[in-house]
């Protein structure tokens, strides 16, 4: 039903959403903390990314560029929280907005195209690979080591004590841990993988533009959800594991939604499908042990 | 057991009706749009209305695919894909990022794009003469030049010319910056006001009350969808307002001469047509608008404090009346 080519971009989106998705388990998941700031820092790792490399810069430095620009946008909104006690996922949302308008300004134009530029993948064409199998192949190697690095930094002396921050942030203060600087750590990392992800999308689409972040937070949150629901996140290299496969999971859903016009399906029907997506992936675990917790006492 | 073994007769039923519904001496047309917009779905009805005079029919000699992004560049590009892989005759992608992400996709498939304002700037095509690779397409950059020799012979001592843009969408960037080019050039200013949602326009309108003499919108997606904002603050201060499309003169706009996106989607349409006949989109050098209307409303120039000339009414395709 899906053709090669729909099947590798569904993939491609999946593998570069499986890195919004690792960010939006630190913060979500690791820290508690909602925020929505990654609608903002994706289109802002796109237009780093896009901006440095009209100029001429090499692209990887300028997807480094990106993840740090990320970055920043995070320790914006943590500090926000932390320091002038705003509401977190208020923080989050005043950032996002504010980031509108430094896109803008960093691009200098609401879209800049990237069609005929070298990007980090330019090179990879050389391969011996049909075109829409390289995208797959080198980010596929980037959410590798994204998903190795993150594995380590979580089970690191300060990965441990951001978990402790949000899984008790009152008991890891009573421990000695400063748990303002690992919010503020946290969700930096969090939206520089966003940043990332950004930077690669505009590199792969041809194009950053200001509009591109919308709804990054709906499908980010949907991608983590719907992993956890597939993979029970038991441990933290299995929850990011997760974060992948319930990436990709939706992307296919939604390549398969797009070919399902003889169910009566249209295109103006996909925001409902993702919604039903989440509140099923959401639901369906509850409604899953309630059973299995029925059956266990019906057997006592 | 059972479960999956229903499952997969569901599976393989499903794929037997949808390799039955391809007929093989059809001709495929996919058909993409940024998102579900009334000048965009006017381009997409132009294009199946001008195929279908050209003799192909939907659902006969001929399959259209059709799928919107909502919106989402995420879904744009598996849309691209989606349309890639099937492998259609020619692709139509209507807006700026549809036409980026599919330019992005597509190697050797035909692409044609619509409501495009400046695809040498978003790099869709190095030339508009003869592009040479797989792309080609219709602009709708605006005859400026027009526009404002209308405006001029409606409201001849107009210095200040006021427009409300959102300075996140391409197309109106884009615009914006040829305006205030040219009106420099015929000793005008540009007196700008941005809005980036529709819940900002009426705001962004008034804040040119006192600023300027006239008001000139372009076909700026946000701006228009909340048109009605500018036009009640046009009426109250009696600044008259102009339009770029001539569908918002029945909204409350003075005058324009412009264009109809479904006309944008026919002539868009006749490009596939050639292609489907066995043009290369590579010779096929990039069109602009060919037909231009004017349409005036002479009663929202009433309420907007001026008057418009009889010759002028004369000269127009269509007196609108719109009286709220």
Same mark, same amino acid.
């Given at each position: 039903m899906l053709s090669n080519i729909a099947f590798y971009g569904a993939i491609e989106t999946g593998l570069i959403y499986g890195l919004v998705a690792f960010g939006i388990y630190i913060s @979500?998941?690791?820290?508690d903390f909602p925020d929505l700031t990654v609608d903002g820092s994706f289109p802002l790792g796109a237009a780093v990314a896009a901006v440095l490399i009209i100029e001429g810069v090499n692209p990887w430095l300028a997807t480094g560029a990106a993840v740090i620009a990320g970055m920043g946008a995070g320790a914006v909104t943590a500090l926000l929280n932390?320091?002038?006690?705003?509401l977190n996922l208020l923080a989050s949302i005043l950032t996002m907005i504010a980031l509108y308008s430094v896109n803008l300004r960093i691009m200098g134009r609401p879209n800049i195209a990237l069609l005929t530029e070298e990007t980090v993948l330019t090179p990879w064409?050389?391969? $011996?690979?049909e075109y829409h199998q390289v995208p797959v192949l080198l980010f596929t190697l980037v959410v590798l080591v994204g998903l190795v690095l993150l594995w380590r930094f979580m089970k690191s002396e300060t990965g441990l004590a951001m978990r402790a921050t949000g899984a008790n942030p009152r008991m890891a203060r009573a421990q000695g841990i400063a748990t303002g600087a690992m919010i503020v750590l946290g969700v930096a990392l969090s939206n520089g993988l966003v940043g990332l992800a950004g930077a690669l999308f505009a590199q792969s689409q041809g194009a950053a533009d200001v509009?591109?972040?919308?709804?990054v937070i709906v499908i980010g949150l949907a991608s983590l959800i719907g992993g956890e629901a597939v993979?029970?996140?038991?441990s933290v290299v299995r929850a990011l594991i997760a974060c992948v496969i319930g990436a990709i999971i939706y992307r296919l859903a939604i390549a398969l939604a797009l070919n /399902? $016009? @003889?169910?009566?399906?249209? /295109?103006?029907d996909l925001n409902l499908i993702t919604a039903v997506l989440v509140t099923l992936a959401i639901v369906l675990p509850g409604v899953r042990s309630s059973v299995v917790a029925r059956f266990t006492r019906n057997k006592a | 057991m059972a479960n999956r073994i229903l499952r997969t007769l569901l599976g393989t039923a499903l794929l037997a009706l949808a390799t039955m519904a391809q007929a093989d001496d059809q001709r495929v047309v996919a058909i993409t749009q940024i998102v579900e917009h009334p000048a965009l779905d006017a381009v997409y009805q132009g294009v199946r209305d001008e195929l279908e005079e050209k003799g192909y029919k939907d659902g006969d000699n001929l399959r259209i695919m059709h799928e919107s992004a909502q919106g989402n560049s995420a879904i744009a590009s598996q849309i691209a894909r989606k349309f890639v892989g099937e492998g259609p005759d020619v692709i139509v992608a209507i807006a700026t990022p549809s036409a980026q992400t599919m330019a992005a996709a597509a190697r050797k498939t035909p692409v044609v794009f619509s409501a495009v304002t400046d695809p040498v700037g978003a790099k869709?095509? !190095?030339?508009? !003469?003869?592009?040479?690779?797989n792309i080609t397409g219709v602009t709708d950059m605006l005859p400026i030049e027009s526009h404002l020799d209308l405006l001029e012979r409606v409201v001849?001592?107009?210095k200040r010319i006021g427009t409300v843009y959102n300075p996140g969408e391409a197309n109106a960037v884009a615009l914006v910056e040829l305006l205030e080019e040219r009106l420099a050039a015929r000793g005008m200013e540009l007196v700008k006001a941005a809005a980036t949602k529709t819940s900002e326009v009426l705001g962004a309108a008034r804040s040119l009350v006192g600023k300027a003499d006239a008001i000139y919108l372009t076909t700026d997606n946000t701006v228009i969808s909340a048109v009605e904002a500018v036009i009640s603050v046009g009426e109250r201060a009696s600044i008259p307002v102009f339009a770029?499309?001539?569908?918002t003169v029945g909204r409350g706009a003075v005058a324009a001469l412009g264009f109809d996106y479904y006309d944008h989607g026919r002539q868009t349409g006749a490009m596939v047509a050639r292609i489907l006949e066995g043009a290369n989109p590579g010779d096929m050098d990039v069109e602009s608008v060919d037909t231009l209307e004017l349409f005036v409303n002479p009663a929202a120039a009433e309420r907007m404090g001026i008057t418009l000339s009889d010759d002028l009414i004369s000269d127009a395709k269509e007196v609108v009346n719109s009286d709220q």
């Open positions: @979500f998941r690791v820290l932390v320091k002038l006690n705003i064409y050389n391969l $011996d690979l509009t591109m972040g919308v709804g993979l029970t996140p038991s /399902a $016009d @003889f169910l009566g399906l249209q /295109a103006q | 869709l095509v !190095k030339s508009l !003469k003869a592009p040479g690779a001849p001592d107009a770029a499309d001539t569908a």
